[in-house]
Nanobody
Framework: QLQLVESGGGLVQPGGSLRLSCAASGFTLGTYAMGWFRQAPGKEREMVSCISVSGITTNYADSVKGRFTISRDNAKNTVYLQMNSLKPDDTAVYYC???????????????????WGQGTQVTVSS
């Protein structure tokens, strides 16, 4: 059974850092473009970052550029999201997603992804 499991969320003070992990089971993550999305209360789900199959090409939302870094370790079947200089506006449930279409490059819309994790809560507050 194909499954994505996020971890690493929690409560952090403004300016702090967290690293989210997304572990895949039931499939080889290394053949999928991957994305991280987030959804804050009362807001639509939005793309945070995505990464191509090889890991060479990445994309970021303007709001996180320069602060967040997406990476993947295909040998560990895991994708990461390093989040630095966190702000209260980063508070949300963070989801990882896998594109099952076989596309090499990653898409920036929810419709580009077929498989989703259950999400991990990130709260940035003093």
């Amino acid at each position: 059974q194909l499954q994505l499991v996020e971890s690493g969320g929690g409560l952090v003070q403004p300016g702090g850092s967290l690293r989210l992990s997304c572990a895949a089971s039931g499939f080889t993550l290394g053949t999928y473009a991957m994305g991280w999305f987030r959804q804050a209360p009362g807001k639509e789900r939005e793309m945070v970052s995505c990464i191509s199959v090889s890991g060479i090409t990445t994309n970021y939302a303007d709001s996180v550029k320069g602060r967040f870094t997406i990476s993947r370790d295909n040998a560990k079947n895991t994708v990461y999201l390093q989040m630095n200089s966190l702000k209260p506006d980063d508070t949300a449930v963070y989801y990882c997603a896998a594109d099952g279409s076989g596309a090499y490059y990653c898409g920036t819309g929810q419709h580009d992804y077929d498989y989703w994790g259950q999400g991990t809560q990130v709260t940035v507050s003093s």
